[in-house]
Nanobody, 128 residues
């Protein structure tokens, strides 16, 4: 069982930046692909960014491409979501998730049901 703990959420003005952290309770974090998802009130959970197991590439939701970055530090068992030029539409609860899939496809990386473990979420609010 892997526990994931998100932190770094908060309130920020439009155009600002936040860095979310996802800390894992395992020292074998490098074998997991990690995704960030978000859910706004009244909306379905959506994929934001994902990064494959150690050395793998990253994928992004089109609307955050170029503004957000996902970075992993396997030595510390942490994955970061760097969010820049935030917009009010980015407001949501952000969740990190880990998937133990040996060769995760692009579609699986973007699909919530393919993840094994989830954090409790952290709130991001962007004021206009």
């Amino acid at each position: 069982q892997v526990q994931l703990v998100e932190s770094g959420g908060g309130s920020v003005q439009a155009g600002g930046s936040l860095r979310l952290s996802c800390a894992a309770s395992t020292n074998t974090f490098s074998v997991y692909s990690v995704g960030w998802f978000r859910q706004a009130p009244g909306k379905e959970r959506e994929f934001v960014a994902g990064i494959r197991r150690s050395g793998g590439n990253a994928s992004y939701l089109d609307s955050v491409e170029g503004r957000f970055g996902i970075v992993r530090d396997d030595a510390e068992s942490i994955v970061y979501l760097l969010m820049n030029r935030l917009e009010p539409s980015d407001s949501a609860i952000y969740y990190c998730a880990a998937a133990l899939v040996p060769a995760i496809s692009s579609n699986e990386l973007r699909t919530a049901r393919d993840y094994n473990y989830w954090g409790q979420g952290t709130q991001v609010t962007v004021d206009s």
